[in-house]
């Protein structure tokens, strides 16, 4: 496996993390090129947990596919602060500077919405003897509708939440109280029905072309070219 780019993800990104808190890592890999053109397609995730730190790797291809569609989970790997970087290659820096290309207005809007109703929805099963479950859900409502409105709005999609205590004290509110989440659902859907800085169309010409930079440099198993390769660097997390 090729890594091209690889960080720590989720509540630790988001500053939401506590003592004992998971820590989970994202990542992009690219298989080599000639196993595209056998009779069975590649492995296009990986997915690793428990005894092992949590970590999913996407296939180059599947994660532009996310990402062009705004899956908020994938998204993120490309707006990290620095310091989370655990891989960062020369073509994971070409994905880093031409993130704003994968952004479109339609596909922000009904994924940051869409993930936050399933949130919603999955806080309405929740029993009274499942708060903590239920805070999380909550948590994650909160986080999606704020990284999703500022996203619309600004066209920058911020990991690091500027006040994680406040989210996670919404969190516990709505966690007790549901309906508390209703009104913050329908004020994100009217600023995302507002015109906001998203093209219409993500410009998949320059994702297209990356992906091809890509290929050409993981042409043979034994790895890419001495360019690429020299642009490799792996940076600890903290450092």
């Not at 399933?118 to 909550?138: I, S, W, Y």
């Amino acid at each position: 496996m090729h890594v091209v780019l690889a960080g720590v993800v989720g509540s630790t990104a988001y500053g939401l993390a506590r003592a004992g808190s998971d820590v989970d890592r994202l990542g992009l890999f690219a298989v080599p090129t000639e196993e595209l053109h056998g009779l069975r397609r590649p492995v296009e995730s990986v997915v690793s947990s428990a005894p092992e730190p949590d970590r999913t790797m996407h296939e180059a291809a599947k994660w532009c596919r996310l990402a062009l569609s705004a899956n908020p989970t994938a998204s993120e790997l490309v707006w990290l602060p620095d310091e989370l970087y655990e891989v960062r290659t020369a073509l994971g820096d070409e994905l880093i500077a031409l993130r704003g290309a994968l952004l479109s207005e339609r596909a922000v809007r009904g994924s940051y919405l869409g993930y936050a109703g399933q949130q919603f929805r999955k806080l309405l099963t929740r029993g009274p003897d499942e708060r903590p479950r239920a805070a999380k859900h909550a948590r994650h409502l909160v986080r999606l509708l704020e990284q999703g409105v500022r996203l619309h709005e600004t066209g920058e999609l911020v990991v690091r939440l500027a006040d994680p205590e406040q989210v996670r004290e919404a969190g516990e509110r709505i966690a007790a109280r549901p309906e508390l989440a209703e009104p913050l659902l329908a004020d994100a859907e009217r600023r995302l029905d507002r015109p906001g800085v998203l093209p219409q169309a993500p410009d998949e010409a320059r994702v297209e072309a990356w992906l091809r930079r890509v290929r050409q440099a993981y042409w043979t198993a034994d790895g890419p070219s001495d360019g690429i390769a020299s642009g490799l660097r792996k940076t600890p997390v903290g450092r």
